[in-house]
């Protein structure tokens, strides 16, 4: 199988920022399902998934297709 390439944002860290939030969280108890589907759906944009693709992976998909295609991750 080829190996998915790794890819580094340039906004790397505005995910690092999203991270640290969710783990900060966790550690108080909080609920960060959101967030992670959140960072979920940064990652399809930043590998560029269409939507209807990253919809397919998520079926419970927390932004509309214009949101999705809005979203400047890089």
Not at 55 to 70: C, L, Q, R, T, V
Request: hydrophobic fraction near 35%; charged fraction near 35%.
């Amino acid at each position: 199988l080829k190996q998915l390439p790794i890819i580094i944002p340039k906004k790397k860290d505005y995910f690092i920022n999203k991270v640290e939030n969710i783990l900060e969280k966790k550690k108080n108890n909080i609920d960060t399902s959101h967030e992670e589907e959140m960072l979920d759906v940064l990652i399809f944009r930043l590998y560029n998934l269409k939507y209807e693709w990253a919809k397919y992976i998520n079926d419970g998909m927390p932004i509309s297709k214009e949101e999705y295609d809005n979203l400047d991750i890089c």
